[in-house]
């Protein structure tokens, strides 16, 4: 068990026809949260750290992931998310990274394919998986921001193309979601015709960012704690399950976790203003995360599969 590449993990899911959670963290809070619901469901599991949280929490962040990967009981691939750069995705790959994206998908396609194969050819000489993009997705991550405007759904033709000439193993896709919290008014409509036409064509796993599904319960409890937050909506649990048996098999989650630390954290520090111990603060964040991850888990169909 342990630690394996993302594609170990992902080309049984899609030939399975379900879906692994691709959970980000930024702390041990998150990562033991999502850690410890995999091992309770016997789910395999895809712990993802942006830059922004490799800049935030340094080698000390990489080492505890990588350490608690691999203790796991269940499959775990550790992946770098929105890699901006070669040079950012090899630094993680000697870090001990099984996984890496490297996302072009905001330049051409020319550019985009020569920079994913540059990665790929690196990154399968040492068995690391690599995931590619294209087609743009709205919302602001990490070095990317989308504007609606520019928004573009991914063209089947030109997915084959780009799998085709880059050889990555899994990719990413723009089919309705964005990233963030605030994914449209009403449900956010899912392009579930243009994920089975991307399907078609590209057998390897296609991926799902921007998958949150913004629990109202959280928001309404992190707004009556204090927090602000406007139009608040995500992805519906109903075309997840859809799109896992149309060929997504990653799906990305980092809003659902960021609104249950800080809906908890603002409940406890608001209900006990005489509390100080920051184990009596993380620890019930944790545990809710770790119920949300169990439910994600749960959505996707992957209990049972580690
Ligand atoms: P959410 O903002 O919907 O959680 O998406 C996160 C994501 O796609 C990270 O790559």
């Known amino acids: ?4 590449t993302g594609l170990d993990i992902l080309s049984v899911a899609r030939k399975g026809k379900y879906g692994v959670g691709a959970f980000n963290t930024n702390d041990m809070e998150i990562t033991q949260a999502i850690l410890e619901a995999a091992e309770e469901a016997h789910s395999p599991v895809i712990v993802s750290l942006s830059e922004g949280a490799i800049k935030y ?19 775990v691939a550790v992946h770098l998310d929105h890699g901006s750069s070669y040079e950012s995705c090899m630094r993680c790959i000697r870090a001990g990274f099984t996984s890496v994206m490297i996302d072009k998908s905001h330049e051409d396609e020319e550019t985009n394919t020569r920079e994913v194969k540059r990665v790929v050819e690196a990154a399968h000489a040492v068995g690391v998986s690599v995931e590619a993009e294209i087609g743009r997705l709205g919302g602001i991550e990490e070095h990317v921001v989308v504007t609606e405007d520019q928004v573009s759904l991914t063209e089947p033709s030109e997915a084959k193309r780009f799998i085709d000439n880059t050889d990555a193993d899994f990719l990413a896709i723009a089919i309705g979601t964005s990233h963030g919290a605030n994914k449209g008014k009403g449900r956010p409509f899912i392009h579930h015709d243009r994920i089975k036409e991307i399907a078609v064509v590209v057998p390897q796993p296609l991926v799902m960012h921007g998958a949150s599904g913004v629990p109202q319960d959280i928001v309404a409890r992190l707004i009556a704690a204090g927090g602000k937050i406007e139009g608040a909506v995500g992805i519906h649990e109903d075309d997840v399950r859809k799109a896992v048996t149309e060929g997504i098999a990653k799906i990305n989650t980092d809003t659902d976790l960021r609104l249950t630390f800080t809906a ?3 409940e406890i520090l608001m209900n006990t203003p005489e509390q100080f111990d920051p184990r009596k603060i993380l620890g019930p964040a944790r545990t809710e995360m770790k119920r949300i991850v169990a439910e994600r888990i749960d959505v996707f169909g992957s209990a049972n599969k580690a």
């Open 1 to 4: 068990m342990s630690l394996v």
């Open 57 to 75: 929490g340094g080698d000390a962040l990489i080492d505890m992931v990588i350490h608690e990967a691999k203790q796991a009981t269940v499959p």
């Open 264 to 266: 908890v954290v603002r």
